[in-house]
């Protein structure tokens, strides 16, 4: 299996080892596979029978063909190992007679992202040595919260690599910013940013795009890698999360092989309802992937009317890793059904005029897979307190908007398939909006508040954010967005 740039009319190849290392593709496209592999329900009936490490090696090694199969076996026995996800990889509990919640954040930051991250950089290492890369990868994240945390966990003292994060100063939660600034190892920095999320990505894309500074760190011997989801090393492992869930509908007998069940997935970015998106054109019985934004619901607009219109108000909500106006992985699924010459057409307008009109043609396509839905602040709190009082299911403010799209979706058509709604995060990682949700009542400072949910709800606080408060903060600088060269230079 080859890979090439979204933007590449000339469909340059490379190995999966390589678009692992780079990240992003130089001529700043997102590196996608020549084919989408496919699964028989033959081979899902298969899956059932193995752990969740093997239905990953068994996914991925479907993309990432020059890693063999043992090698990422070993890597995702690592990755999804008991001590980093004592409740399981990836449980699917059932919260409604047709809801599935299928709980993601079980490992070692108590969100989604370490699905990915705790493999990727297993993945990063060997691809360093499958290319024959004798400089240092120099990892550069802007996090909206959840991703830079995740980063710096499966990062850490890893060989031949160093991390660096930036993260929007008034972005993120207390908890997701003291989980960044309290990072440990001897690899790791992380800066905060005065601008938002946005500023921050587009930050971390300039320096890619930078030749004179790949030069100049390449002089130190240094190389640039990315751990945003725009690394197909990050997409290829939320695939596996998918065929897992349907798996375990299966064994549970909850449905028929074959049968089609809906998936729900709060998004920002596109890379989790993307991943998603894959599964399906692999051949897992998916019918509508519903695509469930908060109050920048951009994405629902661009569902709905095929208008993607950045020109918007910007929110800040309580569902911050949704915080987003630039979906970046939306450029693959532009590509995987419409094609190099129109995604790039698409992508040169939102540059100028930050806003694109899909055709009649690829709309259609958009249409067959896709529905789009949003919560607002009120709807997200309701729908939190209400699936608590209703069902003894507590989610976290990300959860819930998705809770909220899948009951508006079905409400809205009949559609009564089994819906595996993606839970993203701990409900302890946003607490204190978990609380007022619960309680209408303002949850105390910092991490006081996930005593205070802990008490209310009689559950466990989340294994990685337990003591937060007690551990040494190592990071407190803040910048302004000109100067993130300048921090890389400092760090490397
Ligand atoms: C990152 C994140 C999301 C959005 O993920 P995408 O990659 O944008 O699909 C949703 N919820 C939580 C908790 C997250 O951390």
Redesign the pocket.
């Known amino acids: 299996m080859m890979f090439f740039s979204t933007r590449d009319s000339e469909k340059k190849m490379f190995k999966a080892s390589e678009v692992i290392k780079q990240g992003l593709a130089s001529d700043g496209g997102l590196f996608v596979p020549e084919s989408i592999p496919s699964v028989s329900l033959e081979e899902i009936q298969e899956l059932t029978k193995k752990s969740y490490p093997e239905i990953a090696a068994d996914i991925l090694s479907k993309f990432l063909s020059d890693y063999t199969y043992d090698e990422l076996l070993e890597d995702a026995e690592k990755a999804y190992c008991q001590s980093s996800f004592p409740d399981g990889a990836a449980p699917l509990k059932k919260v409604t007679d047709n809801m599935y919640s299928l709980e993601l954040?079980r490992g070692p930051t108590a969100?989604?992202?370490d699905m990915a991250l705790q493999i990727m950089p297993r993945l990063l290492s060997r691809a360093l040595v499958k290319t024959g890369e004798t400089n240092t990868a120099l990892i550069l994240v802007a996090t909206?919260?959840?991703?830079g945390k995740a980063a710096l966990e499966g990062h850490k003292d890893v060989d031949k690599v160093k991390i660096m994060v930036f993260y929007p100063v008034d972005g993120v939660s207390k908890v997701q910013k003291l989980q960044m600034v309290t990072q440990t190892g001897s690899n790791v920095n992380v800066c905060a940013i005065e601008g938002n999320f946005d500023d921050a990505q587009t930050g971390v894309k300039k320096i890619f795009s930078d030749t004179e500074a790949k030069a100049k760190l390449l002089e130190n011997s240094y190389i640039l890698s990315s751990a945003n989801?725009i690394n197909w090393g990050r997409l290829a492992p939320q695939i596996v999360y998918y065929f897992h869930a349907y798996c375990e509908l299966l064994k549970s007998n909850e449905i028929a092989l074959g049968e089609k069940v809906n998936v729900c997935?709060?998004?920002?970015?596109?890379?989790?309802?993307f991943a998603a998106y894959l599964a399906k054109q692999m051949g897992l019985p998916i019918d509508k992937l519903v695509c469930a934004s908060n109050s920048n619901n951009i994405l629902t607009d661009f569902i709905r009317t095929g208008i993607y219109d950045r020109n918007r108000d910007f929110h800040l909500t309580m569902?911050p890793?949704?915080d987003?106006l630039i979906?970046s992985?939306l450029e693959r699924l532009l590509y995987f059904i419409a094609g190099t010459e129109e995604t790039a057409e698409y992508m040169r307008q939102l540059n100028t005029k930050g806003c694109y009109k899909i055709n009649a043609k690829t709309k259609a396509v958009i249409d067959e897979n896709f529905a789009g839905y949003f919560a607002d602040e009120a709807e997200t709190a309701d729908t939190l307190r209400k699936f608590y009082e209703e069902y003894g299911y507590l989610a976290?403010t990300?959860t819930s908007v998705a809770l909220n799209c899948a009951d508006k979706y079905i409400a809205e058509t009949n559609d009564n398939k089994k819906m595996i709604v993606a839970s993203?995060?701990s409900p302890y990682?946003f607490a204190a909006d978990v609380y007022k949700s619960l309680t209408g009542k303002e949850a105390s400072d910092g991490t006081a508040a996930l005593d205070e949910l802990s008490a209310l709800t009689n559950t466990e606080i989340s294994y990685p954010l337990k003591d937060l408060d007690k551990r040494k903060v190592n990071f407190d600088k803040v910048i302004v967005k000109e100067d993130m060269l300048n921090e890389v230079y400092k760090f490397m």
Request: glycine residues 10%; without cysteine; proline residues 3%.
């Open positions: 954040w969100a989604f992202k909206s919260g959840d991703t989801s997935v709060p998004t920002g970015n596109f890379g989790n309802i569902s890793s949704m987003i979906s992985n976290d990300h993203t995060a990682k």
